[in-house]
Structures are given as C-alpha cells and as structure tokens.
C-alpha cells in the first residue's frame, strides 16, 4: 500500500534529523514508526539482520549515496628531537 502524507517543513526537518540520527532513510524511519504504532514487532537490529561485515556494509543505509570518504593526505610532519 502506497499512501502520500503532507507535513508541514518544520516536521519534515524533525523527521529527517531522527532518521539521520538513527543511520537509516527517511522511508525506514517513517515504516518503523507505522509498523510501532500498528503493534507490530520492530525491525532486527543490525547485529541480528546481518551475518558478517561484508553485508552490513552492502546493505547499509549509506549503500549508493556517494559519500565521499577519501582520507585527508595531511600526513604529521618530521619532528627533529635534541
């Protein structure tokens, strides 16, 4: 079932900063949300949904998202000790 919801942009900004806040899609953290109030059981932890690193990492939520995660090249620099 597809339903469309209107909130207003101050709700919306709430309901994105608790889904960030929890590493999951505003989508995910709106299905909890209704699956919750439907007195359904919550979703499985990450320790419990995933078998090794390997899927967690695939199937995250950042999976796609294109993060640009490159480490800083700022190296510590030679330090001469008298």
């Known amino acids: 079932m597809d339903v469309t919801l209107t909130v207003n942009s101050d709700v919306e ?5 608790r889904a960030h806040a ?3 899609s505003l989508g ?3 299905q909890e949300i209704v699956a919750r109030e ?5 979703a ?10 390997s899927d ?4 995250s939520p950042f ?3 294109d993060l640009d995660l490159e480490r800083c090249k ?3 620099r030679a330090v001469e000790i008298e």
């Open 38 to 42: 439907a007195g359904l059981p919550a």
């Open 22 to 24: 929890r590493g999951v």
């Open 63 to 65: 999976s796609g998202a």
């Open 56 to 59: 967690l990492l695939l199937n």
């Open 74 to 76: 700022d190296y510590p």
């Open 13 to 17: 900004k709430s309901l994105l900063a």
């Open 44 to 53: 499985l932890p990450a320790h419990e949904r995933f078998d090794n690193l």
């Open 28 to 30: 995910d953290y709106l």
